[in-house]
């Protein structure tokens, strides 16, 4: 079993969240404590599994520290005037590969995809902040090769 699908129990049946102690402890808070009765079996189990679990953790409070700090750059870097990314297809492949590289739990594949994306995303940026000094002027959106 995986920490994945260990995290993905815990918390779809078991309907908790574990938490990394300063002290290398786990701490499982039930989310909804009236409709879930404690399983011994999943104690144990984690108990069993508790070093992949840190290490899994671990991972989880890096990549998300990643993923807010790159999103704090791009909000402040985000010119005034300029629409959404929703409709832009290289985005909304970015932030498909920014997934995936999340779950492969491998922090070095994920700051890549980080930086593919803010690459990109400045580049809109930039094209925004010229059609706004050039009026008419095309916006290109780039284009991503995999």
Do not use: N
């Not at 779809?12 to 574990?18: C, V």
């Not at 402890?25 to 079996?41: D, G, H, K």
């Not at 930086?115 to 400045?122: A, D, F, K, S």
């Amino acid at each position: 079993m995986t920490a994945r699908e260990l995290m993905d129990i815990v918390t779809q049946k078991a309907l908790s969240e574990l938490r990394l102690e300063g002290d290398g402890s786990i701490v499982r808070r039930s989310l909804f404590p009236e409709l879930v009765t404690p399983s011994p079996l999943l104690a144990r189990v984690l108990r069993e599994q508790k070093p992949m679990l840190v290490e899994f953790l671990m991972y989880q409070h890096e990549a998300d520290r990643l993923l807010l700090e790159s999103t704090h750059r791009l909000a402040q870097a985000w010119p005034p005037g300029c629409p959404g990314l929703d409709e832009d297809a290289v985005w909304a492949e970015m932030e498909k590969q920014l997934t995936d590289a999340y779950w492969m739990v491998d922090l070095a594949t994920l700051r890549e995809a980080i930086e593919r994306r803010e690459e990109h995303v400045l580049a809109v940026f930039a094209a925004h902040r010229d059609h706004v000094r050039a009026p008419g002027k095309k916006i290109d959106r780039g284009r991503y090769d995999a």
